[in-house]
C-alpha cells in the first residue's frame, strides 16, 4: 500500500465512520433511474399456464387431459372475471386459476380473458390450441400364424404394433400356417377384404415361380369358378366375355376347386380339389364345348367325383359312370337305352332297351317259356297238358301221313327224335 502523501488523505484515513448516512424525509419520492438496480413495477395482471397445446395423438388421445390458467396480480387487487373470448370450451375453478379439459374444449383454439378493476381495468389473454399428430400411412404387418383367416387377430395386431386400434385403408396382412393355408387381405376402410393382385408374367423371372406357391383362393361354385384368377399369363380369360388369349392358372378354396387350369380353346383342362362330394368336388374336372348364349357345357368329365372313379357326359345324349361302389360301369343315352356291367348280381343287365346282334334285334323275352329263334324272334315252347293220344308202331309216326312229324333234338352230342304232330 502506498505512503499517505497529503493532508485530505490523512483527513479521510483518521475519520469515523469514513460514510455519512443521509435520513430522507418522510414521504419523499425519488425516481427510479435515480436509484441504482431499481425496477420500475406495472400494474396489472398477467396469465401464465405450464403448457398451452393439447397434442392430440391418431387414436385421438390428448396429452395433457386439462390445462390449468393461472392469474398473477401485480401491484392491484380485486377479483378476476375469466370468460372465453374466441372459441368454445368450459373453464372451471374458483379465484385466481381456471382449468380447461380437452374433452370440454369444442374447438381446435380458444382464447381465454380475465380481467380486474383496481381504479383501472387491467386484463390479459392466453390461448390454448389443439395440435393433431398426423395420421400414419398404411402397413404391411408381419404375417401371422393361423390356418383361417379372423378378422380379430388382425385388429389386435393393429393396436399391438401401432398403439391404437385405427386402421388405415391399405393396411395389409397375411395369416398363413406356412403349409396349407395363406390368405393376405387389406383394409378398404370398411371391411378386411381379400387381397387380388394381377402379376404381369413379364415381370416374373423365368423359372422362379415354385408350384407350391399357388395355393387355394376365394370359394366359387361349379358354375362360377371363372371368376377368380390367382396368376394368369397372357389374357385372363373368361367365356362370358370376348375371346381372349393365353392360359390361366385359377385357384379356388377347397369347397369346390383348389387348382384348375383354363384355356380360351372352349374349356378347362384341368381343375383338382382336395376333397370331394358327387360333383360339386371331384378330383379332376374338365369342361369342354362352352355355350356362351346359354352359359352351359356339352361336355363334362369327372374323375374322383363322389362315388364315381370316372364320370363322362356329353350333355343331353349319353353318360358313362365306371368305378361306382354297386357297379363296373353304367351306361345311359337319351334315346332310352341303359345297361350296366358287372353289378353286384350280373355281369350284364339290360334295364332299358333291346339288345342287337348284327341284323338281329333281340328283344326282351315275352315269357318264361320262349325260346330264341335263329332269326332274334321268340318262339313258344310249352309242355301239353291236353288230352291227346298217339299209338307208336314199330318205326311209324303217329297223325295222319301229312301232318305228322319227328322232333330232333340234340343232348350232348347225340341227336334224338321225338314224334310231334298237331293238336286236335
Known amino acids: 500500500m502506498a505512503t499517505i502523501q497529503n493532508t485530505r488523505d490523512l483527513l479521510l484515513q483518521a475519520t469515523v465512520p469514513r460514510i455519512q448516512p443521509y435520513i430522507l424525509p418522510a414521504n419523499t419520492t425519488i425516481p427510479v433511474a435515480q436509484v441504482e438496480g431499481a425496477v420500475e413495477i406495472t400494474p396489472g395482471v398477467n396469465l401464465t399456464a405450464p403448457v398451452t397445446m393439447f397434442r392430440v395423438n391418431p387414436g385421438g388421445t390428448a396429452s395433457p387431459g386439462s390445462i390449468t390458467v393461472s392469474a398473477e396480480l401485480v401491484a392491484i387487487s380485486g377479483s378476476t372475471s375469466w370468460a372465453v373470448v374466441d372459441g368454445t370450451a368450459t373453464l372451471t375453478g374458483s379465484g385466481t386459476s381456471r382449468t380447461v379439459d380437452y374433452d370440454d374444449m369444442a374447438t381446435d383454439s380458444i382464447r381465454v380473458r380475465v380481467e380486474v378493476t383496481d381504479g383501472s381495468l387491467y386484463f390479459d389473454e392466453i390461448t390454448i390450441v389443439k395440435l393433431f399428430d398426423g395420421r400414419r400411412g398404411s402397413i404391411s404387418f408381419p404375417s401371422q400364424v393361423g390356418s383361417v383367416w379372423d378378422d380379430a387377430v388382425a385388429d389386435a395386431l393393429v393396436l399391438a404394433v401401432t398403439g391404437y386400434p385405427d386402421r388405415v385403408v391399405g393396411d ?27 402379376v404381369d408374367g413379364s415381370n416374373v423371372i423365368d423359372s422362379t415361380l415354385p408350384l407350391l406357391k399357388l395355393a387355394p383362393g376365394p370359394s366359387a361354385t361349379d358354375a362360377d369358378l371363372l371368376g377368380y384368377t390367382s396368376l394368369h399369363m397372357g389374357d385372363q380369360w373368361n367365356p362370358n366375355l370376348a375371346a381372349t ?41 374338365a369342361y369342354g364345348g362352352y355355350n356362351a348364349l346359354a352359359d352351359t357345357w356339352t361336355h363334362i368329365a369327372r374323375m374322383g367325383s363322389g362315388a364315381h372313379a370316372l364320370y363322362l357326359q356329353a350333355v343331353g345324349y349319353t353318360t358313362l359312370i365306371m368305378g361306382d361302389e354297386d357297379y363296373a360301369a353304367d351306361m345311359t343315352h337319351s334315346g332310352g337305352t341303359h345297361v350296366r356291367l358287372a353289378d353286384d348280381t350280373y355281369a350284364l343287365r339290360i334295364l332299358d332297351g333291346t339288345f342287337r346282334y348284327g341284323a338281329v334285334t333281340i328283344d326282351e323275352p315275352p ?10 324272334t321268340w318262339q313258344s315252347l310249352d309242355v301239353d297238358t291236353g288230352s291227346s293220344t298217339a299209338t307208336l308202331v314199330l318205326n311209324n309216326k303217329p297223325g295222319t301221313a301229312t301232318s305228322n312229324s319227328w322232333l330232333e333234338i340234340e343232348i350232348d352230342g347225340d341227336d334224338y327224335v321225338i314224334p310231334i304232330w298237331p293238336r286236335t
Do not use: C
Not at 395389409?172 to 387389406?186: D, K, P, S, V
Not at 315269357?367 to 332274334?376: E, H, I, K, R, V
Open 172 to 198: 395389409q396382412l397375411l395369416i398363413t400356417n406356412f403349409t396349407t393355408f395363406a390368405e393376405t387381405r387389406y383394409w378398404d376402410g370398411a371391411d378386411w377384404v381379400l387381397s387380388t393382385v394381377i
Open 245 to 285: 388369349t393365353g392360359w390361366a392358372v385359377r385357384a379356388n378354396n377347397a369347397t369346390v376347386h383348389a387348382m384348375g387350369l383354363l384355356h380360351t380353346g372352349g374349356g378347362i383342362g384341368l381343375v383338382a380339389a382336395t376333397s370331394g362330394v358327387l360333383s360339386s368336388k371331384p378330383a379332376i374336372l
Open 367 to 376: 315269357n318264361s317259356t320262349a325260346y330264341l329263334n335263329g332269326d332274334g
